[in-house]
């Protein structure tokens, strides 16, 4: 990702917490009772956001980081897939792969996106809540860079997220490979897995299946910033708020670019979740894109603010797309 930042002031949320919260119940309690009488999809539970445990996701990022640099392409990415492949199918989940080929400044590249979805919703809305990570890391030839947190937290999150959420529908885990640039961000070169997706998605008419998209990226930091980018971010502060960590969240404007801009100029809703102050001190970057991006550096508690307040985003989605 790359960002050009400026300090804003945090914004408040703009939606009514207390509204959300009072509409949940008695809809939810009367769809349970009609399903029960009429034999149709099983009703939706509450997520049990809570039981997000940061512990497991920092041993999953520790295990990604155990096979070293995963750049696109590498044999060590390759392992990585198989390993958040196999994870996904324990959860109980559905796995599909998107490999290709695109040019990049050092020659064609194959790349692999993962995707696992969770059971379909045969009643209601039905329109699915993407949640994205990417799991490469930048390639370098003069430092061993692990991304411990820039590809590692994330997808550490997301892999504990699609644990807590399995029995959800209508719910993909989307794990994008090439989002890293291999030179410098432009249109030729970097967030190919993101932009292959979003192309699939419109080859096949599918967008206006999409509800929202929300990426994770760079969570795992000790001292944890996380800024907010996309175009609903007052919900994103709901759900911190929500989930007590409000605190933690700021608004971060559209300067971000990650790999939920293919799906916002694709027009689908994306918000992202980074923290761009990965550094040796408050406001600084310096740990970015070197060898410091190491697992010391990471917090497990870090990783469950995030992962709890992005189990909690999911809920409101999923309440204002049943017009809770």
Known sequence: MIAARMPLPRQLGMYAEQAVRASV??????????????????ARRPIQWQQFDGSRAYEQVAKLVGYGPRPAGSDA????????????????????????????????????????????????????????SHYDTKFFTNITFVGANDGGSSTGTLLEMARVAA?????????????????????????WGSKFFVDDLKSKDEGKRIKAMMLLDMIGDKNLNVTVAGTFAPLVFDAARAAGYRDYFSYGGNSILDDHVPFMRAGIPAVDLIDFEFG????????????KDTL????????????????????????????H
């Open 280 to 291: 040796s001190a408050p406001g600084l970057n310096d740990y970015w894109h070197t060898d």
């Open 25 to 42: 119940w008695f809809p939810f309690i009367l769809v349970t009772l009609v399903l029960a009488g009429c034999g149709g999809s099983p």
């Open 296 to 323: 010391d550096k990471l917090s497990p508690h870090s990783m469950e603010i995030v992962g709890q307040t992005a189990l909690r985003l999911i809920e409101l989605l999923q309440n204002e797309a049943s017009g």
């Open 77 to 132: 990415l390759g392992r990585s897939a198989t390993y958040i492949e196999t994870q996904l199918q324990d959860y109980g989940l559905t796995t599909d792969e998107q490999v290709f080929v695109a040019p990049t400044p050092f020659g064609p590249k194959q790349f692999r996106n993962i995707i696992a979805k969770t059971r379909v919703q045969q009643s209601g809305p039905g329109r699915v809540i993407i949640i994205g």
């Open 167 to 191: 029995d959800q529908p209508n719910l993909w885990f989307v794990f994008f490979d090439g989002e890293e640039a291999m030179v410098q961000y432009t249109d030729e070169d970097g967030l």
